[in-house]
C-alpha cells in the first residue's frame, strides 16, 4: 500500500510539472509577442514624431 501510495504521489508531481512547463511556456511567449508589440509601436511612434532613434531588436 505504501509503495502505491509513493507512486501515485509521483505520478500527481510529474502531471502538476508537465502543467506547469506548459503554463511556463505559454506566458513566455505571450510576453515575447507583447515585447515584440511594444517594439513596433514605439518604433511607430518615433516615426510618426520624428524623434527617431534605433531600436535594438
Not at 14 to 42: F, G, H, M, N, P
Amino acid at each position: 500500500v505504501h509503495a502505491e501510495s509513493l507512486q501515485q504521489v509521483v505520478q500527481s508531481q510529474r502531471e502538476v510539472t508537465e502543467v506547469l512547463q506548459e503554463a511556463t511556456c505559454k506566458i513566455a511567449a505571450q510576453q515575447s509577442e507583447t515585447a515584440r508589440l511594444t517594439t513596433d509601436a514605439a518604433r511607430q511612434i518615433c516615426e510618426e514624431k520624428s524623434i527617431c532613434f534605433t531600436l535594438s531588436e
